[in-house]
């Protein structure tokens, strides 16, 4: 973002301060972002274990880094095979060099442990995923793993899901239902919902990893009692592959911007 709005020139320096401002709080928050995950990995990736899921967005990016520099120290690493939640995750294992397998070779239980990326965590632990419309493979992954450990930047926290996540539940919809879903999910109370688009990347709705559409729903703020209910009352509706409702986080690793990253342990 910050490189589309400024102007490179030393010279132009209205928004000097500002630009200051703006790079530092980026570099703080992917130096959050890296503690968290940093030591999510160095706290659960066992040498034991034999299968490893990698979520999506920019936090695992961290996991997936930390890995790759614990394999000298850590050789059982290089027998592990990690199993990714899309195409972005995919790519991040195969740079780095780790041996990859698909989550079509796997049933619920059957991977040891998932570290993924977060939109928004409540007190329950309970998440919002979705940002980056992956989902659908990323809950797949979550269901076959015996452990989800959310690796995620202080700015995630909230009480209730929808106090920060202004956007809406992601949820994944096949094309041809998109205009029934979206009326079904304002009549399940939604005040809000967006036809997410391919943005400048691509003309018209942005298009899934399994060729799907997203539809952001808001539901305002979500009591943590009520995230397993509605996610249910989502997933009955015709044409409706995924949400991004996830009540089964483990632990959250959370990067503070202050002070040392902190751990939540589901009670
Ligand atoms: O759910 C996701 C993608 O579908 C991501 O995990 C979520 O959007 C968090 O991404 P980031 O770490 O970049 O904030």
Known sequence: MLRTWVR?????????????????SIAT???????????????????????????????VVYCVERIAQLREKVPEINSM???PTGY??????????LPLMEIDQFSAGELDIVFDGADEVDSQLNCIKGGGGCQFQEKLVGKCSKKFIAVVD????????????????????????????????????????????????????????????????????????????LDRSIKLLVGVVETGLFDYADEVYIGRTSGPTEILTRK
């Open 154 to 229: 202080d700015s995630k926290i909230s009480q209730r899901l929808g106090e920060h996540w202004l956007q809406g539940i992601p949820i994944e919809v096949v094309p041809s239902a998109h205009k029934k879903v979206a009326v079904d999910l304002k009549r399940l109370g939604a005040s809000k919902v967006t036809l997410r688009s391919g943005g400048k990347s691509k003309a018209g709705p942005m298009v899934t990893d399994n060729a799907n559409f997203v539809l952001d729903a808001y539901f305002g703020e979500i009591a943590p009692e009520r995230v397993a209910e």
């Open 81 to 83: 095979y990690f199993v």
């Open 8 to 24: 490179p020139s030393a010279a132009y320096n209205p928004l000097a301060t500002v630009r200051k401002k703006f790079v530092i």
């Open 29 to 59: 928050m992917n130096a959050a972002k890296q503690a968290a995950g940093y030591k999510a990995i160095d706290n659960h990736l066992l040498p034991s274990f034999k299968y490893v899921g990698i979520g999506s967005g920019s936090t």
């Open 88 to 97: 972005q995750s995919r790519q991040l294992i195969v740079d780095a060099g």
